[in-house]
């Protein structure tokens, strides 16, 4: 069965300073690896994601992720946090041949000005 | 486009009342999805549909029902709500392509507040 973790519920950090959220997956085959985030009280939004090739993804708003195969991880980075970047994000995976993605159970950020 | 529209946006019902939450898309997308979200439970999938015409059970099944007679629409009906389901509902969508499905950006409606008493 594949499952997502991610170990930390809140993340605090200052404006300006680098900003890490981490999410460990675990699947059977070849995964898929995306972020999302969510702003209060609406949908999910898409980040990036990883399919294949290049480890270091860039997505939206200045977010990246690197995928580390032998750690099994797939932590979401961005070189200097903004205040509105202060959201609940969700790391999500899958594997080739299912139809169902698997959420974790998300990581608040909260960045101070 | 309007995206991933869900409708209604707030409902209260009474333990054993019967509702039909409402998810809807413009984009032709093939896969469709509903999760709830739950505090510290993260996004769980209940159903979802690879076309229409199919549909298959999630993670989170029990006590709903879904159907896919068009492309556009996915409807999730609760027969006999509970208090446990309490929730907040996500419908989602996607381009299915030749690619593998779940290689696609999923796309999220609004969300369905859900509250049973």
């Known amino acids: 069965a594949q499952s997502v973790a991610q170990p930390e519920d809140q993340v605090n950090v200052a404006e300006g300073n680098p900003l890490t959220v981490k999410c460990t997956y675990s699947?059977?085959?070849?995964?898929?690896l995306f972020w999302y985030v969510q702003y209060p009280n609406r949908g999910l939004q898409f980040l990036l994601k990883?399919?294949?090739?290049?480890?270091l993804v860039k997505g939206s708003y200045g977010f990246e992720a690197e995928f580390n195969k032998s750690q099994t991880s797939f932590h979401l980075k961005k070189p200097s946090a903004l205040v509105s970047d202060s959201a609940l994000y969700f790391c999500?995976?899958?594997?080739?041949?299912?139809?169902?993605?698997?959420f974790g159970s998300g990581t608040r950020l909260q960045v101070q000005p | 486009n309007a995206g991933v529209t869900q409708t209604p946006k707030f409902q209260v019902l009474k333990t054993g009342q019967s509702m039909t939450l409402q998810c809807a898309q413009d984009?032709?997308?093939?896969?469709m999805s509903w999760y709830r979200q739950d505090p510290g439970m993260g996004l769980r999938l209940i159903h979802y549909?690879?076309?229409?015409?199919?549909?298959d059970q999630g993670e989170v099944p029990n006590g709903y029902n879904v159907s896919r007679s068009t492309t556009e629409d996915f409807p999730l009906r609760l027969l006999s709500a509970a208090p446990s389901q309490t929730s907040v509902y996500f419908c989602?969508?996607?381009?299915?392509?030749?690619?593998?499905?779940?290689?696609?950006?999923?796309?999220f409606g609004p969300g369905t507040r859900l509250l049973v008493l």
């Open positions: 699947v059977s085959g070849n995964p898929y």
């Open positions: 999500a995976v899958s594997d080739t041949g299912r139809r169902a993605l698997t």
């Open positions: 990883y399919i294949t090739g290049d480890n």
């Open positions: 549909s690879v076309g229409a015409g199919i549909t």
């Open positions: 984009m032709n997308h093939e896969y």
């Open positions: 989602a969508s996607s381009y299915s392509g030749v690619r593998d499905i779940l290689q696609e950006t999923q796309y």
